[in-house]
DNA sequence: CTTGACATTCACCTGTCAGTGACATAGTGC
DNA sequence: GCACTATGTCACTGACAGGTGAATGTCAAG
């Protein structure tokens, strides 16, 4: 018996995300976190207070959203470094990518859907105040031209987008298009691509209607 | 005690649409319908033979989705009877109102993401059988031009309305609208409107920017 | 070595779940 | 009235959930 308090608090917060990643929210409880960390139970009351505290704990520890940075750091190569359409394009795809490498971030979403919990709502705080800052900075790379329909653009087809990656698990088909299959992500991309396109008035420079 | 087994099976049908509505998915079991129906639930493994084929009864019975008759039955009044852009727009904001009146049907969405079920597995069959009905007829009513970008928004915004009903009960904000209010619903369907318009190239009779 | 604090485990409580076997009762044909 | 069938009720099992009190083991200070 190892004792170590540090490491027995550190992982049970892993644990949080490894029962989520194999089970889903479904199956997160006291007693399978506390079974996957290879601990008693009792220790998730003792030093975290609760179930719904440690899963703050977990809230904070975790990498659950990304920063601006990832979605809209680097340059666009190319001519179309001042495009606006061209920036919004790259950052919603982006933005696809980035939810689709956090299983557990998708978990957390669709439940929040069906119950809201401690979990989301650290998510929905972390989110809110990223996107304010991504449609900030989405007008800055544009070369400062705002355009009254980029925040509708981003906020409509960034919701598109992400419960079309929420479906992608449980269901796949959408109006057709097979989301189980990297052929289908493509097919998103490019009707993002034709969409912002279309809806900024500026000509794509690679049609890809789907 | 009434000993009438087709009106028990019919309660036992009933109780699950309002275990559904009262108590969601979380909530929904044997135990939970049978209570709530006021009858034994053995009654559920002997008339229906099992959970799952009392779900796929209520499937059945039940006004899930919408008919296209409901999204795109009626003319549009006015100058814009032709216009394709209108009339999409028209069955986008229909859609969220038939979406909005049927909770039952939303519980079973947000569900899907996280399990599927008999029920959700039903609904996705009526939903993509009247999904592609839905856009031939808009072709039809748009004055049988056809616009390639249509099949595209419809999805897209589609998919995005859907997922912002459905977060609606547990969240409610997205983006910095609130859509617990009636005002947060009337700029989506400004959102829509404005989108589709400027996608499809039509200039919009009433513009109404987010 | 002794003592005491603390990490950890064990055993148990209560409640709910799905599912089943045995029993009670009502209606029907005879 | 009698027997039979179908409807409905009751009581139970085993599994699992969240939660708690007491006991066990380990380490370090004195």
């Known amino acids: 018996m190892v004792r170590d308090r540090v490491r027995s608090q550190a992982r049970l917060v892993a644990a949080v995300g490894q029962v989520l990643t194999e089970a889903g929210f479904k199956g997160l409880g006291v007693n399978a976190v506390a079974r996957r960390a290879?601990?008693?139970?009792?220790?998730i009351y003792r030093y975290f207070g609760g179930f719904d505290a440690l899963l703050e704990a977990y809230a904070r520890s975790g990498d659950l959203w990304w920063s601006?940075?990832?979605?809209?750091?680097?340059?666009?190569?190319?001519?179309?470094?001042?495009?606006?359409a061209a920036w919004c394009v790259l950052a919603l795809k982006r933005q696809v990518a980035a939810l689709r490498q956090r299983p557990v971030t998708q978990q957390i979403l669709a439940w929040e859907l069906v119950e809201p919990s401690p979990l989301s709502r650290a998510l929905s705080?972390?989110?809110?105040?990223?996107?304010?800052q991504l449609?900030?900075?989405?007008?800055?790379?544009?070369?400062g031209r705002a355009h009254g329909l980029l925040p509708t653009l981003h906020g409509l087809l960034g919701a598109a987008s992400l419960y079309l990656v929420l479906r992608a698990h449980s269901v796949g088909q959408w109006h057709g298009v097979d989301f189980t299959t990297e052929a289908g992500w493509g097919r998103l991309d490019g009707a993002i691509a034709a969409l912002v396109h279309a809806a900024l008035g500026e000509p794509q420079a690679t049609p890809s209607r789907r």
Chains 1, 2 share one sequence.
């Not at 705080?125 to 304010?132: M, V």
């Not at 449609?135 to 070369?143: D, I, K, P, T």
């Open 135 to 143: 449609v900030g900075r989405l007008v800055e790379r544009g070369g």
């Open 38 to 43: 290879d601990l008693d139970k009792v220790l």
């Open 125 to 132: 705080e972390l989110r809110e105040a990223r996107t304010r």
């Open 68 to 84: 601006v940075d990832e979605i809209v750091g680097e340059h666009l190569p190319g001519p179309e470094q001042d495009s606006l």
